[in-house]
């Protein structure tokens, strides 16, 4: 958590270097994508590189921000404009976020954690529910 905007810092650069072809959470054998986002106060794009869960043909996202206690800025983005862009593997793929609630939040959460127990940790550090999203292709 301590190295956040550090591996933040490099998988940017990694990012415009190799065209999304290449992250550091690629280079740990896990999916990354990289999302854009309508800024809800600006209104210009925003983007993030992210771990995401893949999900039947969709794509799962996760709000931990390193186990920090507020929701990361890229949530209250699509929260404001759930219409979006995914970049994996440098294809670029337009999607409508969802936020999971309920009994569907709880049987994705355990799927996710099935996927990364990492988010356990972040959940307990955060001290609040992660956000999930569902992203599905439009």
Do not use: C, Q
């Not at 810092?9 to 690629?26: C, K, M, P, Q």
């Not at 294809?91 to 799927?111: C, Q």
Request: aromatic share 10%.
């Amino acid at each position: 958590m301590k190295l956040a905007k550090v591996i933040v810092w490099v998988d940017t650069r990694l990012h415009r270097i190799f065209r999304g072809r290449i992250s550091l959470v690629a280079i740990a054998g896990l999916p990354s994508l990289r999302l854009t986002a309508t800024g809800r106060k600006s209104g210009l794009p925003r983007s993030n590189n992210l771990l995401y869960f893949p999900y039947e043909d969709d794509f799962v996202l996760v709000g931990s921000n390193w186990g920090r206690p507020s929701d990361p800025a890229w949530t209250l983005n699509l929260r404001a404009h759930p219409e979006a862009t995914v970049e994996v593997r440098g294809t670029a793929i337009p999607v409508l976020a969802t936020p999971v609630k309920g009994e569907r939040y709880d049987e994705l959460w355990r799927e996710v954690l099935a996927f990364w127990p990492g988010y356990e940790m972040e959940r307990r550090a955060a001290g609040r529910e992660l956000p999930i999203f569902l992203l599905t292709r439009r």
